[in-house]
């Protein structure tokens, strides 16, 4: 059977396969209920389609005939991305990576009625963090999210989770939609600049939609102070980190661009071919810069 086929037939959001180790890895970051039910979920559809499995450390899932010893494999990973330099440009930890976080997000207060809204959208979690700290009644609407990652915070904070895109980027997104969002009113909470025609895609597509910007990047000066060394890996996650970086950094031909997503490659000089990463999560990213200094 395909093991992958079944994987993605389950929409996970707190475990992520890894097809070359051929195991489910859990999102460390996160220890609740929900990463309770959906180990619960995994193991119950395994057994029940006769896949045979092995329950490691952390809860980790191995598809291997032979033992897999995931002290080992972690121990791998850290030991080769010590020796590289990969850069986060942000403030987000994640295990192989250095952080420059080059912008700070100012949330911006509105007065917001959801008793006006049947959806809300969102594709960052900053636009999640922003309306939290605005108002909790966010949460009783469904949220309609760009990615799993979003989706972690929308569940970790108690809110309703409407649907997860399965393409991951910002146009795909928006066609996903169309359908789903027909005869709605739709809130699309996101930041001062977008990047994606999502708003014009679902307007055009007759879709009752308003948009709240909500927050906004603001360049981080210390960031002026980091030295890259050559032949680093730098991972941007948006055009606001490709224009912050150009400003600060002379690029070097010795470094690499990892791009989160295909819009947001689009935003880079000619002189600069970035590597697209397989999927848009800070992790899918740092992934793909290991492999790269492999």
């Given at each position: 059977m395909d093991i992958k086929k079944i994987?993605?037939?389950?929409?996970?959001?707190?475990?992520?396969?890894?097809?070359?180790?051929?195991?489910?890895?859990?999102?460390?970051?996160?220890?609740?209920?929900?990463?309770?039910?959906?180990?619960?979920?995994?193991?119950?559809h395994l057994s029940k389609v006769n896949i045979p499995f092995e329950v490691l450390k952390n809860k980790t899932i191995s598809f291997e005939k032979t033992k897999f010893n995931i002290k080992k494999y972690l121990s791998q990973i850290i030991d080769n991305s010590k020796s590289k330099n990969i850069y986060l440009l942000n403030d987000y930890k994640i295990e192989g990576a250095k952080n420059i976080p080059l912008f700070k997000i100012k949330y911006i207060n509105k007065?917001?009625?959801?008793?006006?809204?049947?959806?809300?959208?969102?594709?960052?979690?900053?636009?999640?963090?922003?309306?939290?700290?605005?108002?909790k009644a966010w949460r009783v609407i469904p949220s309609y999210v760009i990615s799993e990652q979003t989706a972690k915070l929308v569940k970790d904070l108690n809110g309703k989770l409407g649907f997860i895109s399965k393409t991951k980027h910002g146009n795909e997104f928006a066609y996903e939609l169309l359908d789903l969002l027909k005869n709605k009113r739709v809130l699309y909470l996101r930041g001062k600049e977008i990047v994606s025609d999502l708003i014009e895609i679902l307007s055009d597509g007759n879709i009752q939609i308003k948009d709240e910007v909500i927050y906004e990047n603001c360049f981080n000066e210390a960031s002026k102070s980091v030295e890259i060394p050559k032949n680093s890996k730098i991972i941007f996650t948006s055009p606001s980190t490709i224009e912050y970086f150009l400003k600060v950094f002379s690029w070097d031909e010795s470094y690499t661009a990892i791009s989160i997503g295909k819009t947001t490659a689009q935003y880079f000089p000619k002189n600069i071919k970035p590597v697209i990463a397989d999927d848009t999560s800070f992790k899918s990213c740092v992934d793909k810069a290991i492999e790269l200094s492999a």
């Open positions: 994987i993605n037939s389950l929409d996970l959001i707190y475990y992520e396969y890894d097809e070359k180790k051929k195991i489910l890895i859990k999102d460390k970051k996160y220890s609740n209920n929900f990463v309770e039910r959906e180990f619960l979920k995994i193991t119950y007065e917001i009625d959801f008793n006006k809204y049947d959806a809300i959208i969102f594709t960052s979690k900053n636009g999640i963090n922003a309306i939290d700290s605005i108002s």
